[in-house]
């Protein structure tokens, strides 16, 4: 893929007084300011919010200037779908600008999602089935037992995304834990405790995608987006809001669209020098590395107890504090985890910079009913 | 509040009491031979349509558990007061199958857990979950 991004924007994730699209106006205005463009200049935008409203409303304060604006929703992975729809059109020739979207607010809980819009049952959220937390829980249960891990490692990855978390200006949880404090918090589903998952936030971000003459007209250090493969589910994978599974469980989307975001990039998981992975709960950050091919199935233990993770690590790994430390706005999370490898790439992430000059990122969100979106950017 | 919607059509799918041995309802693909529960008029496996409705074993084990601790927000349907229950995927060969737990401590549950199938359509609203195949000690 032949594509750069020039700006980025993000307004923080927590919880605030104004509205979602004032978020993403804030964000949208900050990305276009950040690569020294208006809205005037942009020839297509994609973006998407669960709760917020339709992103192509934003056109309304942005300006109504006839720009062809895309509205999608890929639950948890929608920044992603926003980023590759931008993205194809650039490779298209559709677009020599464009902006890529996201915001969200959230009720405070868990979702709650009706079985009706998965084609399950009532019955079934009757029964109290219907609940990602538990999924999550049943899932690391599982995985751990499958490849002799030990626990505690889910309440060491909460550890290191509130430490990192407590080093970012735009984050929402900023106060480090101990691994105990974790380890013995309350239970919620388990092995998870309430410091292993992220809750339900608020937040917007954005981007400004160019094609390869106009990012070099408009930045010196543009960041290059290498690939962007986004992949469903196939047959046997072990998915949230399943009333059953396979006989034989396959491997998830994330194992596809790594490996051809890889392919695609031309560059292998030893070459990633800063990587944001989905951490819904810790147990999701614990297995994504692996399906990811970040590590085997197995070495997790190993990577996490061996400090390689961290900010000043071989493999810094959710340096913005992912998800845990900044809550889920669902629209706006698959473009934060792609901002905060561009703004580590041009050597500004305030706070929290990895030390290992890195040329090489990669991005994974991960989302409901099982699907997933990989980016390698490179500077 | 979202209205409460009348499950007992979708719950008698579910279930076959019929006979001496009460079971689940599932179904099989006559192409790949893929079982699913519930039953479901297309294969999730390779799209046919060549499917039917399939008894699923009444005993099985513990694939995977947890414990819901805090009350699901509607269309759940709350004890009062709400009591965590634990849940698992049981594994019946075939197919595994999403289901309470009752019969032992909440947190007693393992992976591998012997278990077998309950159906009782006077328990409202659940109507089958699993419990230990042997007493407790």
């Known amino acids: 893929m032949d594509v750069a991004i020039i700006g980025v924007g993000l307004h923080p ?6 509205s979602a699209r004032e ?29 917020g409203g339709h992103a192509d409303a934003l056109v309304k304060e942005l300006g109504l200037t006839g720009t062809p604006f895309m509205s999608v929703y890929n639950g948890c992975a929608t920044g992603g779908s926003s980023l590759l729809a931008a993205a194809n059109a650039i490779e298209a020739g559709m677009a020599d600008l464009a902006l890529a979207v996201g915001f969200d607010k959230h009720e405070r809980g868990a979702f709650a999602t009706d079985p009706a819009e998965y084609g399950i049952g009532e019955w079934y959220g009757e029964d109290g089935m219907m609940v990602t937390t538990q999924f999550f829980g049943m899932k690391i249960q599982r995985y751990l037992a499958d490849h002799d891990l030990d626990p505690r490692l889910l309440a060491e ?46 937040g917007a971000a954005a981007v400004v995608l160019a094609s390869p003459d106009k990012a070099r007209e408009l930045r010196a250090d543009p960041v290059w987006l290498r690939a962007v493969e986004f992949r469903t589910r196939k047959y046997g994978t072990f998915e949230v809001f399943s009333p059953s599974l396979a006989a034989e469980i396959t491997p998830g989307a994330t194992v596809y669209a790594a490996a051809a975001a890889f392919e695609s990039a031309g560059v292998g998981p030893s070459d990633i020098d800063v990587a944001q992975i989905q951490d819904t709960e810790a147990g999701a950050e614990l297995m994504h590395l692996a399906e990811c091919g970040l590590c085997e199935h197995g070495e997790q233990g190993e990577l996490i107890m061996s400090g390689a993770l961290e900010i000043d690590g071989r493999l810094p790994v959710n340096t913005d504090g992912g998800c845990i430390a900044n809550g889920e706005p669902i629209g706006a999370s698959g473009l934060r985890q792609v901002i905060e490898c561009v703004l580590q790439l041009q050597n500004r992430a305030d706070g929290r910079q990895v030390p290992n000059d890195p040329r090489t990122a990669f991005t994974q969100v991960y989302g409901a009913p099982g699907l997933s979106t990989c980016t390698v950017l490179s500077r | 509040m979202p209205e409460v919607i009348d499950t007992t059509d ?14 689940l309802v599932g179904s099989a693909c006559s192409d790949c031979d893929t079982q699913t529960f519930p039953a479901q008029s297309g294969c999730p496996r390779c799209g046919s349509n060549a499917v039917s409705e399939v008894p699923l074993p009444r005993t099985g084990s513990v694939w995977t558990w947890t414990v819901q601790r805090f009350a699901p927000k509607a269309p759940y349907r709350a004890d009062s ?15 595994k199958v999403e289901s309470r737990l009752r019969g032992k401590p909440i947190d007693a549950w393992k992976i591998g857990d012997a278990v077998r199938v309950v159906i009782d359509e006077s328990v409202t609203p659940l109507s089958f979950w699993f419990e230990p195949t042997k007493e407790m000690p």
Not at chain 1, 167 to 180: E, F, G, I, T, Y
């Open chain 1, 13 to 18: 994730f927590g919880r605030f007084d104004i």
């Open chain 1, 23 to 51: 978020m993403a106006l804030i964000a949208a205005r900050g990305a276009l300011g950040d690569a020294n463009v208006e809205w005037a200049d942009i020839d297509f935008a994609a973006g998407g919010s669960k709760d």
């Open chain 1, 157 to 202: 990855l909460s550890a290191k995304a509130l430490r990192n978390g407590a080093r970012n200006p735009n984050a929402w949880r900023r106060n480090a834990l101990s691994v105990d404090a974790i380890a013995d918090a309350e239970m919620v589903n388990d092995p998870l405790t309430k410091y292993m998952f992220c809750s339900p936030s608020e």
């Open chain 2, 10 to 23: 979708q719950r008698r799918q579910l279930i076959n009491t019929s006979g001496d041995e009460p079971h």
């Open chain 2, 81 to 95: 007061p709400y009591e965590p229950f634990a849940l698992a995927y049981v594994d019946l060969g075939p197919v």
